[in-house]
């Protein structure tokens, strides 16, 4: 898979980039989780979610937010994080012109930057937040939320406790026109940390969700 270094709005950008064959193949970024508490794009769940939208037939990229490996930068609180994440977006784009449907997925904080770049992008037709981070972040800017997605978490989450993502979840269904799915991998932490047990449910569950999605072409 080759490495890609791109134009971001603080300097170069380290991504990873991994393309079909099918010029009209969907796309999809993957975003990682805090830069300031070892967030990469190698981080296991964002490398599991790259591959499982490759599976299904994606060009898809994952790439270090400002200050992050070879990324030029320093931590911007979220700010710069999201210009970023439209930085790759626009990338992405512009080496698949042809591609008609635009899906972002992130992790953790990278949820939360993810949630915000649909806000920005009318274009995005799907989204998946893994684990996305309530309790910390106002997710109110949500209003309202532009395309349908999954949100997916561990009922043992300690760092994203579920209640806090059932009362997001609660506050986005009341919104017309979209829909929000909710699913839960019983008994995982915000990690995912046993691979059997609860990352490859997560994953199952975030490719059944996406196949889903595709042959029904809504937003």
Request: with cysteine.
């Amino acid at each position: 898979m080759p490495e890609l270094i791109f134009p971001g709005p603080e300097g170069r950008l380290e991504g990873r980039y991994h393309a079909q064959a099918a010029p009209d193949a969907p796309i999809a970024i993957i975003l990682h989780p805090h830069p300031q508490y070892g967030g990469t794009m190698n981080n296991r769940v964002v490398y599991n979610l790259h591959y499982a939208f490759h599976r299904m037939g994606f060009t898809v990229m994952r790439f270090n937010f400002r200050g992050v490996g070879r990324s030029q930068g320093e931590f911007d609180q979220g700010i710069g994080e999201l210009s970023d994440a439209a930085s790759a977006l626009d990338y992405l784009q512009a080496m698949n012109p042809n591609s008609k449907h635009c899906w972002v997925a992130g992790f953790s904080f990278g949820a939360w930057i993810g949630m915000q770049l649909l806000m920005r992008r009318p274009e995005i037709t799907g989204f998946i937040s893994v684990a996305p981070p309530a309790n910390m972040y106002d997710f109110s800017f949500l209003a309202p939320c532009p395309s349908s997605g999954l949100i997916i978490n561990g009922t043992a989450d300690r760092v994203a406790p579920p209640k806090d993502t059932h009362a997001l979840v609660a506050k986005l269904r009341e919104q017309k026109g979209i829909t929000i799915t909710h699913e839960e991998i019983e008994g995982a932490d915000h990690f995912f940390r046993d691979d059997d047990i609860h990352m490859k449910p997560m994953i199952d569950t975030v490719q059944a969700y996406v196949r889903r999605r595709l042959t029904e072409n809504t937003r």
